[in-house]
């Protein structure tokens, strides 16, 4: 197990927080809006606390034990807490529920978030600069994900906000997030202790196996790409671009 320096994992727990803090909030406010029920707000919001605290309760466990550290297991274990926020991602995208919650919110509620990143690249660095991760996972290597936190508020504002660039310049930014975002995915398993391994350099990427960082490829990373897919379905879907008429 990697050894951690204490601020760093308090830095990157209070960003995971502040996500699930998001997430409950947002539910709340569609609640709201939506003009329902005390007694049915009351539920969701009960609902979704439970998922988040089951979640992380469960990927915490998973993290401390070490089961997930058999890098000669296949399929890797560390699908256990990533492919779940998938399949759960995909079951939103099939409910009408879903799709009526969301409406509630203007485009520039996805993007806007997307400004995390600059903090989770900050914090991928100090672990760089601590020798606790490889450089290539840092945006002094291959990782330019910072590049998506930092132009969020700019597309955002611009294209939502002032309305003076075109909803395709969001669209393209989208695409480009969603990129950028599976790039580190791919340098983050190429850089870990498989046999399957293409980065040889050290450390090996051994953090996302441990508490409190196997957090980032079952919150962090879904809770961006989630945000993307909901952007780019909303834009592709709305009448003002003009790439597809769908009556939503």
């Known amino acids: 197990m ?13 960003l995971v927080f502040g996500i699930a803090f998001l997430i409950i909030i947002s539910v709340q406010v569609c609640g709201r809006r939506l003009y329902l029920p005390f007694e049915e707000r009351r539920k969701n919001m009960a609902s979704s606390f439970a998922v988040i605290f089951v979640w992380l309760t469960y990927t915490l466990i998973m993290g401390l034990s070490g089961y997930l550290a058999d ?12 492919l779940p926020p998938l399949l759960f991602i995909l079951i939103l995208f099939l409910s009408k529920g879903f799709h009526r919650l969301h ?19 900050f914090i991928l660095w100090l672990l760089y600069r601590y020798k606790v ?3 290539q996972m840092t945006f002094e290597g291959i990782n ?13 504002y611009y294209c939502f906000n002032k309305k003076s660039w075109s909803p395709k310049v969001a669209v393209v930014w989208n695409i ?5 975002l599976g790039n580190i995915v791919v340098v983050a398993i190429l850089s870990s ?31 961006a790409l989630l945000l ?12 003002s671009i003009g790439i597809l008429r769908i009556d939503t």
């Open 2 to 14: 990697p050894i951690i320096p204490l601020h760093i994992s308090a830095l990157f727990i209070a």
């Open 71 to 82: 890098f000669t297991f296949m399929p890797p274990k560390i699908l256990l807490v990533t």
């Open 103 to 121: 409406q509630q919110f203007d485009n520039f509620w996805f993007i806007y978030p997307q400004s995390f990143r600059i903090l989770m690249e």
């Open 133 to 135: 991760i490889p450089v």
């Open 144 to 156: 330019f994900d910072i590049l998506v936190g930092v132009t969020a508020p700019i597309v955002a």
């Open 176 to 180: 480009a997030g969603l990129i950028l």
């Open 193 to 223: 202790p498989y046999p399957f391994r293409a980065f040889a350099n050290d450390p090996a990427n051994t953090i996302v196996f441990y508490f409190p960082f196997v957090w980032l490829p079952s919150v962090v990373v879904p809770f």
């Open 228 to 239: 993307h897919l909901i952007s780019l379905r909303r834009l592709l879907l709305k009448n």
